[in-house]
Structures are given as structure tokens and as C-alpha cells.
């Protein structure tokens, strides 16, 4: 079966550098998402990709995050200038399709712990 | 934007038991409601998931209501064994197509 997958699994990173965490959709999916989850909390919408440009953003993805599909298969997640409070769980998801038709799949996740 | 709560926090229940859990969105333009099983460490996965012209939908053991009268949604879990322990989600796709919105979960343990 199909399955996103994500790099690196686990990230360990100094307040104030950039990370990149990479994902590659399942392939014949259209849709790419980043979702975080701090630690005992809620999955958190990121931000959703479509046709090589954002479609939607929630508040926290702010000037510090940024994506982009580099090729045809990877899709990134960099943040510039890492904050404690950055450190979470982040799944990437892809689907076919969106809204209520497209069923979300979720990679395994990239830890990233920023000390 | 939507808004979706989730109760309980926690449920522990017998193995065999059934258990119950509830959600209440905000959106009434929400149409699309996955539920979402993670255990721990892992990625959230799907287990079942309603949609707006539907009242109940039922997968062996799973099954989902939807009220969009009264805006909430339920998973019911029959029979539980304890390979049902995990974290439970729900979730909506409001007016947005693309953000999906979850509760904040279920730490559903099943006592053998």
C-alpha cells in the first residue's frame, strides 16, 4: 500500500537554526499538508499545497515557515530560525482530492526537539 | 474557523464494553468527518469517516453518528478488546476545502 513518507524521523536542533523536514506524498496525489502536534496535544493544521503554491495557511505558520515542492516528488517544510516552542511532532498528509472528498493520508512524523 | 470539541478526555472501559465518544462543531458548513485512531508514536490513522448527507455509518465493530441539526458527531466502539487502546480524533472540514480541524482527542484505555 502506498504511504507517505517523512525525513528525518527525529531532529534535534539549536534555538535559532533552520530546519528542513521532508516529505514525499504518495504519488498520484494532488493535495500536500504539514500538520503539527505538540507533545499530549492536538494534530494542529499548518498549512495545505496545491498547484505549486499555498492554499491555505493557519496563524501559526507564520514568516518563520515556509514550504515548497522542490521536484517532483519531495515536498519541504523549513523553518528559518527555530523557537523552543517549535519543538513537536510534524506529520505531513497528502490526498487525491480536498474538502470532503479526500480522504487526508499521514506520513509517520519528523520529531523535532529544539533545545 | 471552525471549531471542534471533543469529550472525554479520557475513557477506560472493560474489555467487551462498548465506549462512547462525542463531538460538537462550530461550522455548519462542516460536511466531512473523519475519526482518526493513533497510537502512541505513531500517525494518525483512519478509521472511519461520515459525511454531511449521512446519518450513521457502521464498519464492524466502529460505528459513527451525525446530528447537523444539533452540530455533533459520536464514535461508538462495540465489544472493545484491548488493541482499541490508543488516542481517538475527531475531526471536520468546515468552509475551508483544505484544513482539516481536530478535536483534541481521546485516551481510550481498554482494560483486559
Known amino acids: 500500500e502506498p504511504e507517505v513518507t517523512q525525513t528525518p524521523s527525529h531532529q534535534v536542533t539549536q534555538m535559532g537554526q533552520e530546519v528542513i523536514l521532508r516529505c514525499v506524498p504518495i504519488?498520484?496525489?494532488?493535495?500536500f499538508y504539514w500538520y503539527r502536534q505538540i507533545l499530549g496535544q492536538k494534530v494542529e493544521f499548518l498549512v495545505s499545497?496545491?498547484?505549486?503554491?499555498?492554499?491555505?495557511k493557519s496563524e501559526i505558520f507564520d514568516d518563520q515557515f515556509s514550504v515548497e515542492r522542490p521536484d517532483g516528488s519531495n515536498f519541504t517544510l523549513k523553518i528559518r530560525s527555530t523557537k523552543l516552542e517549535d519543538s513537536a511532532m510534524y506529520f505531513c498528509?497528502?490526498?487525491?482530492?480536498?474538502?470532503?472528498?479526500?480522504?487526508?493520508?499521514f506520513g509517520e512524523g519528523s520529531r523535532l526537539t529544539v533545545l | 474557523g471552525e471549531n471542534v470539541e471533543q469529550h472525554p478526555s479520557t475513557l477506560s472501559v472493560q474489555e467487551g464494553d462498548s465506549a462512547v465518544i462525542k463531538c460538537t462543531y462550530s461550522?455548519?458548513?462542516?460536511?466531512?468527518f473523519p475519526w482518526y485512531k493513533q497510537e502512541l508514536g505513531k500517525r494518525p490513522q483512519l478509521i472511519i469517516d461520515?459525511?454531511?448527507?449521512?446519518g450513521e455509518k457502521k464498519d464492524q465493530r466502529i460505528a459513527v453518528t451525525l446530528n447537523k441539526t444539533a452540530k455533533h458527531f459520536s464514535l461508538h466502539i462495540t465489544e472493545t478488546q484491548p488493541e482499541d487502546s490508543a488516542v481517538y480524533f475527531c475531526?471536520?472540514?468546515?468552509?475551508?476545502?483544505?484544513?482539516?480541524?481536530f478535536g483534541k482527542g481521546t485516551l481510550l484505555t481498554v482494560n483486559p
Open positions: 499545497f496545491y498547484n505549486n503554491e499555498i492554499s491555505e
Open positions: 498528509a497528502s490526498s487525491q482530492s480536498a474538502g470532503d472528498t479526500g480522504e487526508l493520508f
Open positions: 461520515i459525511r454531511s448527507n449521512v
Open positions: 504519488s498520484n496525489h494532488l493535495y
Open positions: 475531526a471536520a472540514i468546515g468552509g475551508s476545502n483544505y484544513k482539516l480541524t
Open positions: 461550522d455548519s458548513a462542516s460536511n466531512y
